[in-house]
């Protein structure tokens, strides 16, 4: 009977995570290409895990040393399109290519360095991502405002995940001067494997950026940082102009109802930066961007639970929602409870 290494199975799976994904983008009019190409190398760099620790196929660890070098620049390049930043790698971006480069040199002169390299490389970028998560939520500004929380989890979580890696390669490192390696193989099968499953699912709840996102750019640059509700300070004079303009904006035009809102096409309604937009909500109403849309969306929700029959579903869509976990969540924080218990509660109150 021939068993399947783990590595194998999970890159079945990442491989289906794929093929969905990169489905439901193009369904949604989304560019998709960076996080689809991302679970792609998961996948393949799975396969090769699977062979060299499942088969003893020895001849594929200088495949590995290199495959493994280019996922973390590659998961740093998909995130920078939600930041405003392109959303498909270009020319431009060749210094990220100088890693597996550099590894792939060393493998021929000197392999005593790649471990060292690749170490450095899962570092650099885990805290390059995790420096990107510094501005909240608001940093995603490409992001749909329904999606965004999700997004800047799956964020956080490839940032650590990477550093996590990184420590595990030094754990090798250590049970190679201190054991002979008698414990490498099962760390590097063990911890690759759930590593690749922990970044491909971070990867798999992206909401990515619209193929048309160039389009809606504003004059702010790219990947300007928004501020978080826990670092504003006092706004001023410009922060409750731009507040006070954007309540009447969605008041007027229910701009909430787009479910392809984000922080870019809201500046552009204003004729205002990405930024200050960010900042004027962040200090005049204490939440982010995503909170204060949604918070509209809620009352919608709230106003169609009690005075229609319509099903939950239907109406987390005509209050711009688009997908019915955020809307739950969503509700639940501005509320306090579930929709169902929501419209249950009001409707005992009216008999």
């Known amino acids: ?11 079945l799976f990442l491989a289906v995570f794929a093929v969905r994904y990169a489905r439901t983008a193009r369904e949604r009019g989304d560019d998709a290409f960076a996080f689809v190409a991302l679970m792609t190398l998961f996948a393949f760099q799975s396969i090769l895990v699977g062979a060299r ?35 498909r790698p270009g020319l431009a971006d060749w210094p990220h290519a100088l890693w597996p480069v550099l590894v792939s040199g060393l493998l021929l002169m000197s392999r005593d360095w790649v ?5 450095l490389d899962f570092l650099a970028y885990g805290v390059l991502l995790l420096a990107m998560s510094r501005g909240g939520p608001d940093r995603l500004i490409s992001s749909r405002l329904d999606g965004v929380v999700t997004s800047y ?16 390669d030094m754990l090798i490192s250590l049970d190679l001067a201190v054991f002979a390696g008698r414990y490498s193989g099962a760390i590097i099968s063990f911890g690759t494997t759930v ?31 928004g501020e978080t509700p826990s670092s504003s300070s006092a706004a001023n004079e410009e ?24 922080l870019v ?20 109403h204490g939440v982010s961007v995503s909170q204060y849309v949604n918070g509209f969306r809620v009352k919608e929700a709230q106003r ?14 005509e209050a711009g929602f688009m997908t019915k976990s955020n809307f739950n969540r969503e509700f639940l924080r501005v509320s306090g409870q579930s929709p169902s218990d929501w419209r249950r509660a009001v409707g005992s109150q009216g008999a």
């Open 304 to 317: 169609l639970l009690r005075d229609t029959e319509e099903s939950v579903v239907q109406i987390a869509l």
């Open 265 to 284: 096409r809201l500046a552009r309604k204003l004729g205002k930066t990405t930024r200050a937009v960010s900042r004027a909500v962040n200090r005049c």
């Open 53 to 87: 620790w499942g088969y003893g196929a020895t001849a594929l660890q200088p495949f590995m040393a290199a495959m493994a070098s280019l996922l973390p620049p590659a998961a740093f390049l998909a995130f920078r399109g939600l930041t405003g930043g392109a959303a």
């Open 115 to 119: 471990g060292a390299v690749i170490i």
């Open 1 to 11: 009977m021939i068993l399947l290494p783990l590595p194998f199975v999970v890159a």
């Open 153 to 168: 989890r799956a964020l956080q979580i490839t940032g650590a995940t990477l550093i996590a890696s990184a420590l595990s």
């Open 239 to 262: 922060d409750r102009a731009i507040a006070a303009a954007l309540d009447a904006l969605m008041e007027k035009n229910a701009l909430y109802r787009d479910m392809e809102l984000n």
């Open 195 to 225: 590593s690749l499953i922990v970044l491909s699912t971070a990867a798999a709840l992206v909401d990515p950026a619209r193929m048309d996102k160039p389009e809606d750019d504003d004059a702010g640059g790219e990947g300007e940082r």
